[in-house]
């Protein structure tokens, strides 16, 4: 369907990919791994066109659709339903259940569908993009890190989604767990070389780390043969006898590929400053609430917090996960509920609002000191290397910081502040697979406490022992790991099913032939009984679409009001009878 033959792409003077040949085939979902700055993006650019490349060829069919996720947001209707229709033509206007089935599966009520997009949060605003995608039916979806914008509920829908999706994917994301569960194929971006193989990531990690190992052993030993070879070179070049064979030592060390020490590639370094906290417990929440004007946010959420406590906070997304972490670290007051801290508790808190308070003249080496002053500046720079901003690059001031390189910047002055608490609020938004896994050793390797706001599977599953699970009847606290929850509990209830567009329902038309009764006259008997029968039956689809609507389930509303006017046009051809 999609085919890459020998393709080069240089940018910045630095080549991000060499001569790549790929092909996407018929069915094929193809996860994309690298490290950020490897060219994935660059990669998905090529293939839509709209990013030239220096040499090769990039074949696609005429016919053949690409759907990608606009990560720019431009809207010119009033409301998200309508928004998401002009997706598709004026001839499905009437469809509008194709739209209200994305749009449920994401997480928008149906309150939601009549709200002007404009309202919505930059997360929400691109999940309405992702609807208008997947509303024209490509024959192929490039999706470019979709997860950062979903809560893991939603995430459990995408995931049904693209299991079932008719045609060809390839997905970029850092979360691992959740690309195994829904590609069949593994392709990675390493050292300008681009490698795809079928199966899992960790079938693709594993091949990877053998095929260096391979070829590192070659490399030295390639490097011993030479260095034999050129002592003998040496040694005989000007012997009558010897030279002749020295000189075709040369020209086979000549022929010989020149075998680089692979560069070590540079990951990030987590390592938390503990201070110790005398005593088992360190935090607890009592009947905690929350909300804006008259409305609760979350209301009596109760828990404690041990000292070396991994809690993951996990839900859909406006339900208050954040928020309850600005609540407990008293960036927000609660409206009732109380909070109890160990004297001696050291809070770390990374969020996602919290780049914002980064001071845009600053270094970034004095944006990390700023937490400690008592740091020599040694240690605040390799802290600072440990982000990755090495040498000199500690001395950039954060104004000229991409948001990626913002997070860093605030994770690193985490690591140089002396905690017994940590609260991390979607700490993997900015990181690629191989930080993600620091990430989940250096918690692991913490003394302290920790809550964790993520909805990726990986973090959870590696971290946790306990949960704060914010569902629709607020939050609960659960006692035990990922898997457990998902075992006894589950998404099931908050997740809608992919759901099929409803199946036409055969309505026999009515026979307009006269009853064969004396008198010629039609069996009025007969017809009305037919009708009392059917307007039993619209009672019955007329408390159904209630209860549906009552639910939120926009699909059962649909199926059940199709039925609904098509038994309803039937009453009217036999009152047309009598």
């Not at 490290?35 to 660059?42: P, V």
């Not at 490698?195 to 899992?200: D, E, N, S």
């Not at 036409?504 to 009025?524: A, L, Q």
């Not at 037919?530 to 009552?550: D, F």
Request: proline share 3%.
């Amino acid at each position: 369907m999609i085919q890459l033959v020998n393709v080069t792409k240089s940018f910045g003077g630095r080549t991000l990919f060499e001569e790549v040949t790929f092909s996407l085939n018929m069915g094929e979902r193809i996860g994309l791994v690298g490290r950020n700055g490897t060219g994935k993006s660059t990669l998905f650019k090529v293939i839509m066109g709209i990013e030239s490349y220096d040499s090769g060829e990039v074949k696609i069919p005429k016919s053949y659709k690409i759907g990608t996720l606009d990560q720019h947001i431009h809207f010119s209707h009033e409301t998200v339903l309508a928004e998401c229709m002009s997706a598709l033509g004026p001839e499905f206007e009437y469809e509008t259940y194709r739209a209200e089935k994305l749009l449920t599966g994401l997480g928008f009520s149906d309150e939601d569908f009549v709200k002007s997009p404009q309202s919505f949060s930059g997360g929400y605003q691109i999940r309405i993009n992702l609807v208008k995608t997947l509303l024209t039916e490509p024959n192929c979806l490039l999706l470019d890190e979709p997860t950062n914008y979903l809560d893991i509920v939603s995430l459990q829908w995408l995931r049904s989604f693209l299991r079932t999706f008719q045609g060809e994917v390839i997905i970029i994301t850092h979360d691992r767990s959740f690309m195994d569960s829904v590609t069949t194929h593994t392709m990675g971006v390493h050292r300008g070389k681009l490698r795809k193989i079928k199966g899992p990531t960790k079938k693709y990690y594993e091949q990877l780390e053998q095929d260096e190992i391979i070829y590192e052993q070659t490399r030295v030993n390639q490097e011993k043969k030479i260095k034999h070879m050129m002592d003998y070179v040496d040694k005989y070049r000007v012997s009558a006898r010897g030279a002749s064979q020295a000189q075709s030592r040369l020209k086979a060390i000549e022929k010989m590929q020149d075998m680089k020490q692979l560069e070590k590639i540079a990951d990030l370094d987590f390592s938390f400053n503990h201070v110790s906290c005398p005593g088992k417990q360190i935090m607890k929440v009592n009947d905690l609430s929350f909300g804006y004007d008259e409305e609760n946010l979350f209301s009596g959420v109760s828990f404690e917090v041990d000292r070396e406590d991994r809690i993951g906070i996990i839900g859909k997304n406006g339900k208050g996960k954040s928020t309850l972490l600005n609540v407990l670290s008293h960036e927000l007051k609660q409206r009732t509920g109380e909070i109890w801290e160990h004297p001696s508790l050291a809070l770390g808190h990374f969020g996602q609002t919290n780049v914002k308070r980064l001071h845009a003249e600053n270094t970034i080496a004095q944006e990390i000191q700023e937490v400690n002053t008592e740091l020599p500046i040694t240690r605040v720079k390799a802290i600072a290397g440990t982000m990755l901003f090495t040498g000199e690059d500690s001395d950039k001031r954060i104004s000229v910081l991409s948001g990626g390189e913002k997070a860093r910047v605030m994770l690193g002055k985490i690591l140089a502040k002396k905690t017994n608490l940590l609260f991390l609020d979607e700490p993997t938004n900015h990181l690629d697979m191989e930080s993600i896994e620091s990430l989940g050793e250096a918690i692991n390797d913490y003394e302290g406490a920790c809550l964790i706001v993520t909805h990726n599977e990986d973090l959870l599953r590696s971290c946790v022992n306990k949960l704060v699970i914010f569902r629709k009847d607020g939050a609960e606290f659960f006692e035990g790991t990922y898997d457990e929850f998902l075992e006894k509990i589950g998404w099931e209830e908050d997740v809608k099913p992919i759901k099929e567009k409803p199946a036409p329902i055969k309505v026999e038309p009515v026979k307009k032939e006269e009853p064969k009764v004396s008198g010629n006259k039609y069996k009025e008997e007969e017809i009305m009984a037919q009708i009392e029968t059917l307007e039993k039956y619209q009672s019955v689809l007329e408390e159904k679409i209630q209860n549906a609507s009552a639910a939120g389930d926009t699909d059962a509303i649909t199926s059940a009001g199709h039925e609904l006017e098509l038994v309803n046009a039937k009453i009217d051809e036999l009152l047309e009878l009598l």
